[in-house]
Nanobody, 121 residues
Framework: QVQLVESGGGSVQAGGSLRLSCAVT????????MGWFRQAPGKGREGVAY????????SYADSVKGRFTISQDNAKKTVDLQMNSLKPEDTAMYYC??????????????WGQGTQVTVSS
């Protein structure tokens, strides 16, 4: 069985930084991408950052470009999200996910339980 476990969330003032980590156990069959999503109260989950596990190619939402960096360590089976210059708009529950992608079309196969990020002004 597969487990994705996020850690590193917390409360920070605007302009601060946090580093989220996603630890993967088991084998995520049928996937070729890892990503971070977030969900604020009353809103749906939105993709924040993605990385193709085979090539290391990354993609970011426009709202976080230049501030967030996604990375992977295949040996440790972890995927991190470095978040700098945080804004109150970044406040959300952040989820790690493993997806199967073809081009720009992805389907999430496995979800983590989420970790809360709160940014105060």
């Amino acid at each position: 069985q597969v487990q994705l476990v996020e850690s590193g969330g917390g409360s920070v003032q605007a302009g601060g930084s946090l580093r989220l980590s996603c630890a993967v156990t088991g084998t995520t069959y049928g996937t070729n991408s890892m990503g971070w999503f977030r969900q604020a109260p009353g809103k749906g989950r939105e993709g924040v950052a993605y990385i193709y596990t085979n090539t290391g190619r990354t993609s970011y939402a426009d709202s976080v470009k230049g501030r967030f960096t996604i990375s992977q360590d295949n040996a440790k089976k972890t995927v991190d999200l470095q978040m700098n210059s945080l804004k109150p708009e970044d406040t959300a529950m952040y989820y790690c996910a493993a997806s199967g992608c073809s081009g720009s079309s992805c389907t999430v196969r496995y979800w983590g339980q989420g970790t809360q990020v709160t940014v105060s002004s």
